[in-house]
Nanobody
Framework: QVQLVESGGGLVQVGGSLRVSCAAS????????MGWYRQTPGKQRELVAA???????NYADSVKGRFTISRDNVKKTVYLQMNSLKAEDTAVYYC?????????WGQGTQVTVSS
């Protein structure tokens, strides 16, 4: 069984910073990709940032230059550092691990950016 546990969400003012983390546990041998998605009510979940096993990262255009994805392979943890936050970044953030052909998701953590 693989479990992903997220932490670090919360309330922050516009222009502020926040870091969310996602730690994986269980039978994990090869992590093909780690990523962060977000979702707001009535909208589809969207990719925010992802990092492959080769450490290549890609970002949604809306967060480029503001968000940084990173990982700790030993801790099996992926991070998302969010700077210069905007009100439109408010969402539930979900981490995603792709292990082989399977996708695993965290429970989601709320990030609220207030103006």
């Amino acid at each position: 069984q693989v479990q992903l546990v997220e932490s670090g969400g919360g309330l922050v003012q516009v222009g502020g910073s926040l870091r969310v983390s996602c730690a994986a546990s269980g039978s994990i041998f090869i992590i093909n990709r780690m990523g962060w998605y977000r979702q707001t009510p009535g909208k589809q979940r969207e990719l925010v940032a992802a990092m492959t096993s080769g450490a290549s990262a890609n970002y949604a255009d809306s967060v480029k230059g503001r968000f940084t994805i990173s990982r700790d392979n030993v801790k099996k943890t992926v991070y998302l550092q969010m700077n210069s936050l905007k009100a439109e970044d408010t969402a539930v953030y979900y981490c995603n691990f792709r292990l082989g052909h399977y996708d695993y998701w965290g429970q989601g953590t709320q990030v609220t950016v207030s103006s």
